[in-house]
């Protein structure tokens, strides 16, 4: 039904622009129209369309609710005591529907299964009738207010400007909702354990134990092996990342010749869109094993999963964030700025160490910035190549972990989630946040305090 009710709707719009576009012509002819006539044709679109999606934001769900209302009416009432049997009765009426019931269903089933088909139906085709009616609706109500002095570009404009705020107020309002539930979720936390000991203990063990009578651990949750461990990595990818990335801006910039840079610039891009867990592969199946026996060779112990080859193969994931960011903020700056030094007896190496780095700094603070902020939100890489080990160590041959790899270990499975163990989860992410947040911050103010204007 659904596909059908679109289709249609897409109909109507195309019908209702034309015609609008049309009339709005016609009327032309007795003067000077306001709007121009795709103006008048997009108002009439936007007059079918409005009706039409909130008939079906509105008809779809209550439909369900009815429909489903009376095939369970239709079966023994007691099915219908809880979420839970009304649920399991509605799995069973719409397997009788798709004849894909196991066994052989109830006079009762059955029944329902006929009032939900017939209830069904007719709320379908109620549906498309009053959308159908509605559209039609619209495009004579559209239709009617064209004239020459009508102001269809205003109206159009109007509706744009609410539907891009609705959509900057969702993005507002899911930011609030996310920190919210995370802070929430995170008091309860620190009701169970101390907020000193999770920012400044030194050990993490979040195993606890779930019944007063079981035998286990009591928990410990001291963040600070976490932190070393997330800048640990993070740095090592950071320094593999940014003299590559930055380097590789600067030479598809200002000495690549435009043929080599089109064919290599992409190439290189194509390193953004590989999945982490394979590079993840990569790193536990191929560069940690080569690290371990160089550092054997060199007669120092190496973990066989180190916050080395996460760190690298971390680093070769956030090039393409450091190297195409960089590029465009370089090629932004301003023709006149080379020619000046050119013309002032400055050789290229020289201008782009005294001219265009200096004024490209603001923007490749903030590609930095935002590989480093993509570098501490991985999980799948660090799993895999830097193991689950909370050591608190400096160490890059040691085994590491971060923030994000306890957040999914401590979630995976079945939870309990008023347990300190599984609340911690949240406590990280909400440290995680404000560390995000932090790094953010600051490439604001360096942008702010470095950024250079030209006219």
């Known amino acids: 039904m659904s596909l059908i009710y679109f289709i249609g709707l897409a109909a109507l719009i195309v ?24 103006y008048h044709g997009a108002f009439v679109a936007l007059a079918v369309l409005v009706p039409m999606i909130a008939i079906f934001a509105v008809g779809v769900p209550l439909a369900d609710r009815i429909v489903e209302g009376r095939a369970l009416a239709a079966l023994d009432t007691s099915v219908a005591g809880s979420d839970l049997q009304r649920s399991a009765a509605m799995r069973d009426i719409l397997s009788v529907t798709a004849g894909q019931y196991s066994g052989e269903p109830t006079e009762a ?16 085709n109620l549906i498309l009738a009053t959308g159908a009616v509605f559209g039609l609706l619209g495009i004579a109500f559209g239709l009617r207010s064209i004239s020459v002095n009508f102001r269809a570009r205003n109206n159009v404009e109007r509706f744009v400007k609410v539907i891009l705020a609705a959509c900057a107020t969702v993005a507002v309002l899911t930011t609030v909702g996310i ?10 936390f620190f009701q169970k354990v101390s907020i000193i000991d999770f920012l400044f203990g030194t050990q993490w063990s979040p195993q606890t134990a779930m019944r ?12 600070v092996p976490l932190v070393t461990g997330t800048l640990l990595i993070t740095t090592i990818a950071i320094f593999i990342a940014g003299p590559i990335g930055l380097f590789a801006a600067i030479y598809l910039a200002e000495y690549a010749t435009p043929r080599f840079r089109a064919a290599v610039k992409p190439v290189l891009e194509i390193l953004a869109g590989v999945p982490t867990v394979v590079l993840g592969f990569f790193a536990a199946l191929s560069l940690a094993p080569f690290i371990r026996e160089m550092g054997e060779g ?3 112990a190496v973990s066989s999963e180190s916050a080395l080859a996460a760190g690298i193969v971390m680093g070769m994931m956030i090039i393409p964030f450091v190297s195409s960011l960089s590029d465009d903020v370089i090629n932004a700056v301003p023709q006149s700025l080379r020619d000046g030094s050119y013309a002032m007896g400055a050789t290229k190496s020289e201008t782009i160490k005294k001219v265009i780095l200096p004024a490209a700094f603001a923007g490749i603070v903030s590609a930095f910035m935002l590989a480093i902020s993509r570098a501490v939100g991985e999980t799948m890489i660090v799993v895999m190549a830097a193991g ?24 995976v499975g079945d939870q309990e989630f008023d347990s300190a163990k599984t609340l911690a989860a949240f406590a990280l992410g909400l440290v995680l946040f404000f560390f995000t947040l932090v790094l953010n911050v600051i490439a604001l103010q360096i942008v702010k305090r470095y950024r250079e204007q030209y006219d």
Do not use: C
Request: charged share 10%; proline share 3%.
């Open 298 to 300: 060199a007669g120092l």
């Open 179 to 188: 920190v919210f539930s995370v802070l929430f979720e995170s008091i309860q």
């Open 388 to 411: 689950l080990a909370a050591n608190l160590s400096f160490n890059p041959l040691d085994a590491v972990t971060t923030f994000t790899v306890q957040i999914k270990t401590i979630l």
């Open 212 to 223: 007063a009578d079981q035998a286990g651990s009591s928990g410990a949750f001291g963040i």
């Open 109 to 124: 089933l059955k029944r329902a299964a006929a009032v939900y088909t017939s209830s069904r139906f007719w709320a379908n």
């Open 15 to 38: 019908v209702g622009f034309m015609f609008g576009r049309a009339r709005a012509t016609a009327a032309s002819s007795s003067g000077v129209l306001h709007s121009r006539p795709p």
